[in-house]
């Protein structure tokens, strides 16, 4: 089993809907959550750490729940630069160390 | 402004040739990394450093070796061991072992010629 586990998708969505990501994880030892963005052929950036209480940053709402291990990433009114993959990513206790671990991302297309 | 910078942004290397991709920061991190990104597929750890003149083996180490000799720089080579090379090469680096996330270099491109 994967450490972190996203749908791939591409999730295909119109300009002003709204689409949900999910992103499940093993480690019930996780520490801290962030969802990150990686546009075609670049580095990924930070979109917005996840806490258990939940936040909002505009137009992305993003969940945690610790006892399902499951984190979830809302963006409402897509815009057509949304266009991107979303990496869930843990940091975790690694064999050694403390990582980072990312999911393979979900892709997701706006258009007009 | 303080950042990661990789150089360079493309490189072309023969079959059976080293070569040596940059990372520099100027974040004052303590940690940095690299990743490996294959089309279609998530980051991959090759290596990590912790502190200077300390580094660690990732999980897909074989064929890559990185030196630390200074806190803002962490080069990697790619050998001629390594017998798939072609793919997107990210440096990243942290505070605080991650805890607060990664920031990323705009990353190196390797094709095998």
């Known amino acids: 089993r994967k450490e972190v586990e996203q749908d791939p998708g591409p999730f295909n969505v119109p300009e002003g809907a709204t689409v949900a990501f999910n992103c499940t994880y093993s480690n019930s030892a996780s520490q801290s959550f962030f969802w990150y963005r990686q546009d075609c052929r670049k580095e990924p950036k930070l979109l917005m750490s996840v806490y258990s209480s939940g936040n909002e940053d505009g137009r992305f709402t993003a969940q945690l729940n610790r006892a399902s291990q499951y984190i979830s990433l809302l963006i409402r009114d897509s815009k057509l630069s949304d266009s991107a993959t979303y990496l869930c990513?843990?940091?975790?206790?690694?064999?050694?160390?403390?990582?980072?671990?990312f999911g393979t991302g979900t892709r997701l297309l706006v258009s007009p | 402004d303080g950042g990661i910078t990789q150089s360079p942004k493309y490189l072309f290397r023969k079959e059976g040739q080293n070569v040596t991709l940059s990372c520099e920061q100027n974040l004052n991190h303590d940690a940095m990394y690299w990743y490996r990104q294959d089309p279609g597929q998530g980051l991959r750890l090759i290596y990590y450093s912790q502190i200077v003149n300390d580094f660690q083996k990732g999980d897909i180490a074989e064929g890559y070796s990185v030196s630390r000799e200074k806190k803002e720089s962490f080069p990697l080579t790619v050998t001629s061991a390594q017998k798939n090379p072609t793919a997107f090469y990210l440096c990243?680096?942290?505070?605080?072992?991650?805890?607060?996330?990664?920031?990323f270099g705009s990353g190196t491109r390797l094709t095998v010629v």
């Open positions: 990513v843990v940091f975790t206790r690694g064999t050694g160390f403390q990582k980072l671990v």
């Open positions: 990243a680096s942290s505070q605080d072992r991650g805890r607060d996330g990664y920031t």
